[in-house]
């Protein structure tokens, strides 16, 4: 079942933003926080967030995940990290057809402070849906511990992959396509599999697994880092 969002329903906080914008322990100065209170409200007034999720039974072998008489080659890191799984959940989330158009409105204004804000919290938004689809899967799971979420992309796990799990969702879940390189529009969306057992490993894991050298996250978490150091010297 597709199941819809209010963005006031996310309990999305603006310091959260301010972080992932690089902020770190640096508070913006009043007018990029004037802009995000304006973006806020745009968000509160157009977007509509989509989520789904599929259940299947399954096993990690080696370095893939077997379900449903297909194998996904998600590389060794994440086989680990999904060891002890006797389900799969694969998802499907996203910020919404809303958000894109705003966005690509931004991107014909040429305002690159305001756009760089909108796509942060785009990243949030659509984070931020995936955790609370996480809580729907819990109901679904009573009493039964799951993994983190993982995605094609990351950890070593193809992109190319997408289309492979996108197979198992219903054609056109939450308005989401994929293009030729199998990335997702809505820009902000995600999508991966979450695996649920008694014995598998709850611990959240950050960055320390992605094998992403040039991800933002990584460049936010070494500024923060070093922001904290010297305020400490």
């Known amino acids: 079942m597709e199941h819809s969002l209010r963005f006031e329903e996310l309990n999305l906080t603006k310091e959260t933003v301010y972080i992932e914008m690089g902020y770190g322990a640096v508070s ?5 926080r004037d802009l995000v209170d ?30 449903n008489q297909k194998i996904f080659h998600v590389n060794q890191t994440i086989a680990t990290l999904l060891k002890n799984s006797e389900r799969f959940v694969f998802f499907a ?19 690159a402070l305001l756009l ?8 949030c938004i659509a984070e931020a849906t995936g955790d609370i689809m996480e809580k729907f899967v819990e109901t679904e799971l009573p009493g039964i511990p799951h993994t983190n979420r993982f995605s094609p992309g990351y950890c070593g796990w193809h992109v190319n992959e997408q289309k492979l799990l996108f197979s198992l969702l219903p ?19 995600i999508s991966g599999v979450i ?11 950050g960055c320390q697994f992605c ?6 996250k ?9 922001e904290t150091q010297s305020q400490s010297e």
């Open 116 to 123: 760089f804000i909108w796509d942060i919290l785009g990243s």
């Open 171 to 189: 054609d056109n879940v939450c308005g989401i396509t994929l293009n030729s390189s199998a990335l997702m529009y809505p820009i902000k969306s």
């Open 195 to 205: 695996g649920s057992g008694l014995h598998v490993d709850t611990r959240k894991y």
């Open 38 to 67: 304006n973006l806020f409200l745009v968000a509160n007034n157009i977007v509509r967030l989509r989520f789904y999720f599929r259940m299947f039974d399954g096993y990690v072998n080696k370095d893939c995940i077997c379900c």
């Open 28 to 32: 913006p100065d009043k007018n990029v």
């Open 93 to 111: 989330a996203t910020a919404g057809m809303e958000y894109q158009d705003f966005h690509n409105k931004l991107s014909n204004a040429d305002d």
């Open 218 to 226: 990584k460049r936010i978490k070494k500024s923060f880092n070093h």
């Open 211 to 216: 094998e992403l050298d040039n991800c933002y």
